[in-house]
């Protein structure tokens, strides 16, 4: 079945750039979604990319798509305390039509 | 405009007994979600609406939940018995149709069973 992986942890001190990865299994994925979970919140979409893009820039997120690889990656430049979350991979695809979930991956962002 | 609105918050209930969450979505958007997300977990669908009409329950444990969308509006989530294993965050979402790019997730209700 379908499946999407990301790593648990990524800690990165305040100003640098955090890059969250994610692989997923789906070959017939057509969108792929990056979520953002704060402590005691729900899930704000943060960017999302069609599966024949490889790339989209959105202020300070960058989303790189290797379709080849299955490998999807954001990138968050110059990190502040307020993204500290949990960043949650996710992918869609026509078959089902149903969002599949990475486990999330937890960003500490230390001052 | 107002997001998706669930309530209550949270709930503390006993095993075995009955409880229910209330979702109201985004208005106009068709597609109404029930998620379940365990602690250190990606949500888990349990139930799609498209409308009134429920289009995928097949994760729905039909023994113990129920849902319904009267009028294809706001929905409600019951569990009937509860057990242990329930507690979770139960999410809402909802979109403007099933092939939309964007859900909008409620802030959730924190459920604890003991």
């Known amino acids: 079945g379908e499946d999407v992986e990301q790593s648990l942890f990524l800690s990165v001190r305040e100003g640098d750039s955090s890059v969250i990865n994610c692989t997923y299994t789906?070959?017939?994925?057509?969108?792929l979604y990056w979520y953002k979970q704060e402590p005691g919140a729900g899930l704000q979409l943060l960017t999302y990319i069609f599966s024949n893009m490889d790339m989209k820039q959105d202020q300070r997120l960058t989303v790189l798509l290797n379709k080849k690889d299955k490998h999807l990656s954001l990138r968050i430049a110059d990190t502040q305390t307020g993204d500290s979350a949990i960043y949650f991979c996710a992918e869609t695809s026509a078959a089902n039509r149903k969002l599949i979930w990475g486990l999330g991956t937890s960003l500490a962002v230390n001052p | 405009e107002a997001g998706v609105v669930q309530s209550p918050r949270y709930k503390i209930i006993e095993k075995k007994q009955p409880v229910a969450f209330w979702c109201n979505p985004i208005s106009g958007h068709n597609t109404l979600y029930w998620y379940r997300q365990n602690l250190g977990q990606g949500p888990e669908l349990l139930i799609r609406y498209e409308n009134e009409e429920a289009v995928d329950d097949s994760q729905l444990p039909k023994d113990r939940f129920s849902a319904e969308r009267l009028k294809g509006v706001d929905s409600t989530l019951k569990i009937q018995p509860a057990e242990l294993g329930d507690s979770a965050v139960y999410l809402c979402?909802?979109?403007?149709?099933?092939?939309?790019?964007?859900?909008?997730f409620g802030q959730g209700t924190r459920l604890t069973v003991v």
């Open positions: 789906d070959s017939s994925s057509t969108y």
């Open positions: 979402a909802s979109s403007l149709v099933l092939e939309s790019t964007e859900a909008f």
